[in-house]
T-cell receptor, first 110, second 114 residues
């Protein structure tokens, strides 16, 4: 079945530093979604990427979808304490369900 | 936040007992999902529903059953709970297929099986 891996599993950064998490699929994806889960909370949708090579920005967050549609990345510029949480990618092969990645837990040190 | 509630929010039970978790939505979304979240595994799909009485298995469906008799309710049942089913369970909904639409998650149920 489809597998989606994320690296790193954990990341500690000093406030103001940049952060990147990478998502890799074992199969070609039709699209990829990103979610954020705050500590003790539930996952919240951030964005969806559909096109090969697509890049989208949300303020300090930059999302990329690889040319081969098998990988994606989320980059946060100048992290803030409000960025703390676990970031998940979720890939789909075009069917009714998505496969979530293992997640990257981000800790920001003030 | 989307209108999704889960009950109970916390439950402690013993091995071998049946457990039913409820997900209730007020958004009239067609698709509903049950996930479990465990450290190092992310979110794994247990079962999902694409309409009333229409359900299908996810990647970790063994030991779980579901029912959806009304659009707004999706029940997850552990027929005979085991310690390996200790987890945080999330319900999610989406207006259409999750592969092209965002999912809205409920607050979660923390289940401990002793």
């Amino acid at each position: 079945g489809q597998q989606v891996m994320q690296i790193p599993q954990y990341q500690h950064v000093q406030e103001g530093e940049d952060f990147t998490t990478y998502c890799n699929s074992s199969t070609t994806l039709s699209n990829i979604q990103w979610y954020k889960q705050r500590p003790g909370g539930h996952p919240v949708f951030l964005i969806q990427l559909v096109k090969s090579g697509e890049v989208k920005k949300q303020k300090r967050l930059t999302f990329q979808f690889g040319e081969a549609k098998k990988n994606s990345s989320l980059h946060i510029t100048a992290t803030q304490t409000t960025d703390v949480g676990t970031y998940f990618c979720a890939g789909s092969g075009g069917y009714q369900k998505v496969t979530f990645g293992t997640g990257t837990k981000l800790q920001v040190i003030p | 936040d989307a209108g999704i509630t889960q009950s109970p929010r916390h439950k402690v039970t013993e091995t071998g007992t049946p457990v039913t978790l409820r997900c209730h939505q007020t958004e009239n979304h067609r698709y509903m999902y049950w996930y479990r979240q465990d450290p190092g595994h992310g979110l794994r799909l247990i079962h999902y529903s694409y309409g009333v009485k229409d359900t299908d298995k996810g990647e970790v469906s063994d030991g779980y059953s579901v029912s959806r008799s009304k659009t707004e309710d999706f029940l997850l049942t552990l027929e005979s709970a085991t310690s390996s089913q200790t987890s945080v369970y999330f319900c999610a909904i989406s207006e259409s297929v999750a592969s092209y639409n965002e999912q809205f998650f409920g607050p979660g149920t923390r289940l401990t099986v002793l």
